[in-house]
């Protein structure tokens, strides 16, 4: 991938707090909702509850689509993610621990109490991008870069 689009899609990773994600509901139709996230890399992290709509479409259907978005008050500064994925409920200890402390140190007030594996009825989750768009309308309107599959745009 192009270093300096790498860091402009951590950049904005790092800038925004919500995504809106987009699972599969049992019927076909999409379901979206939003939830707060952390990121190592490209790596997204996510917990909700466990008997949620959310977490039993990704129970049946592991595809995501998701947007991420900075904060604007001006269409020429738009700039966002979308990522199309997979999504993956994390069952190993050791990585609930891992996705529980990025959550928390992106969240430090009141998400300490959410984000402990000792909370009863929370599922965390890893979503790994495949591909992945940057919209940048500091380039133009509409404007996007491509990237699949963590290769070149």
């Given at each position: ?5 790498r860091?402009e899609?951590l950049?904005i ?5 919500d ?8 019927d076909g ?6 939830v707060s ?8 992290y ?10 039993r479409?990704?129970a ?5 689509s ?13 700039r ?5 994925g997979r999504?993956?409920?994390i069952s ?6 891992q ?6 140190r ?6 300490a109490?959410?984000a402990?594996?000792?909370?009863p ?10 591909v992945?768009?940057?919209l ?18």
């Open positions: 991938m192009n270093p300096a689009l860091d899609i950049a990773l790092a800038g925004a707090n995504m809106n994600i987009a699972t599969v509901r049992s139709y999409p379901h979206a909702t939003t996230y952390a990121n190592d890399g490209l790596i997204l996510f917990g909700c509850a466990g008997v949620s709509q959310k977490a479409n990704l049946r259907n592991d595809k995501v998701l947007t991420i978005n900075l904060p604007y008050t001006d269409w020429g500064e738009i966002g993610v979308s990522m199309g999504a993956a409920r190993e200890p050791r990585e609930i621990e996705a529980a402390q990025f959550l928390a992106k969240f430090p007030r009141g998400v109490e959410y402990s594996d000792g909370m009825g929370i599922a965390f989750f890893r979503v790994m991008p495949e992945i768009s940057v940048d309308y500091r380039k133009g309107f509409g404007h996007t870069d491509l990237v699949r599959d963590h290769g070149d745009p």
